[in-house]
């Protein structure tokens, strides 16, 4: 591959006069913007452990009241990215969200499609659209892309959660604002009773839902009984993985990134096929080493961690006797829709 001139190889006065009249010479940057072979992800493995989250995030519900922060966020934020992007990864955004007894989180819809992945606590409930979500340890709620949602606590320890959102692709689009409102009326209907098995849904004999997002809330207990059950099922089958879908078309839950439920065998290891996408990988029951190319974290009950794309990335369960059980999230849905989605191995 030839050697392109660079920067300095130009006159300065040259370069200068360019920049006056909005002008960039493209050869001392092609190789930035287009590397052979495959991309420099900025995007780095990067370990949030919830013992080191955990008491950071309680300092803030002492320090800032929720009137003064509508929502009390610490944001996992990508050092490859520098921390002031907000970013997980090229477009996820990660935060671990905090609302105390009583405290109401106040009713808001915007551009960015947005999941809660519950971590901790009882008696806390997300408003979405009309449908009250209780919120408990490993439900996925979702808050997609113009949805009003709102949270709220009736209970009486804090509660916590993950927020996984595509912000940092929808803020790069020029596409993201939100709009403000007050409480929302509860309405009848929850999508995770309407559609509480897989593969029997409700028949239109009158009229089709015509919801975009049927089903707003996937209740844990859901899930890990459908993993447990496939796992019985198919005693050779590797990856033991659920995609959390929209029971009307099929498709991925939302449209921008693709949420995962994956149970570990006891001792399995699991090598993941290099794909295109960044990963983030959150335990919701039991421990896992995560091994991205030559770094190796080793992630407890709660943890999170993330990994770019393009990436050998292989899972261990930590334990020899129990099942380990882990929340996935990635880009997929955004490459396949773009047509840059690789698998390479
Ligand atoms: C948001 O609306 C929530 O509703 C949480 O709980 C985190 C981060 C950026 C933009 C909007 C929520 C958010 C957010």
Not at 43 to 54: F, K, S, V
Not at 172 to 191: A, D, I, L, N
Not at 199 to 223: C, H, I, Q
Not at 327 to 337: G, N
């Amino acid at each position: 591959m030839n050697e392109l001139g660079r920067l300095e190889d130009l006159p300065a006065d040259y370069v200068a006069e360019l920049a006056s009249h909005n002008l960039v010479p493209l050869w001392p940057n092609l190789r930035g913007v287009m590397p052979p072979n495959k991309p420099r992800p900025q995007t780095r493995a990067t370990h949030w452990p919830y013992a080191t989250i955990r008491p950071l995030l309680m300092k803030a519900g002492d320090l800032t009241p929720i009137e003064k922060a509508e929502r009390r966020v610490l944001v996992l934020a990508n050092p490859g990215h520098t921390l002031e992007k907000m970013q997980a990864s090229a477009a996820m955004y990660l935060g671990m969200q905090l609302l105390l007894p009583g405290e109401w989180a106040p009713s808001h819809r915007h551009t960015p499609n947005a999941v809660r992945m519950v971590v901790e606590g009882t008696g806390a409930w997300s408003t979405v659209e009309g449908e009250k979500c209780p919120m408990l340890r490993g439900d996925l709620i979702l808050t997609p892309t113009g949805l009003w949602h709102e949270h709220g606590h009736d209970g009486d320890e804090p509660v916590i959660w993950l927020d996984v959102l595509d912000l940092p692709l929808v803020y790069y689009m020029e596409t993201s604002y939100h709009v403000e409102s007050g409480r929302q009326e509860v309405t009848e209907g929850h999508g995770e009773r309407a559609y509480a098995r897989g593969g029997l849904v409700p028949t239109p004999v009158f009229e089709r839902s015509n919801k975009a997002y049927p089903m707003l809330r996937y209740p844990w207990a859901d899930a890990r009984a459908a993993l447990e059950s496939l796992a019985a099922d198919q005693p050779s089958l590797e990856a033991v993985q659920l995609t959390y879908s929209n029971p009307e078309t099929g498709g991925h839950a939302e449209n921008i990134l693709g949420f995962y439920a994956l149970m570990l065998r006891p001792g399995q290891a699991l090598k993941l096929p290099v794909r295109s996408p960044a990963m983030v990988f959150h335990i919701i029951e039991g421990g896992a080493q995560v091994q991205v190319e030559d770094q190796r974290f080793t992630l407890l009950e709660a943890d999170t961690c993330c990994a770019p794309g393009y990436t050998a990335v292989t899972l261990t369960n930590s334990s020899d006797e129990a099942p380990a059980f882990i929340f996935i999230a990635d880009e997929t849905p955004l490459h396949q829709k773009l047509g840059v989605f690789e698998k390479r191995s």
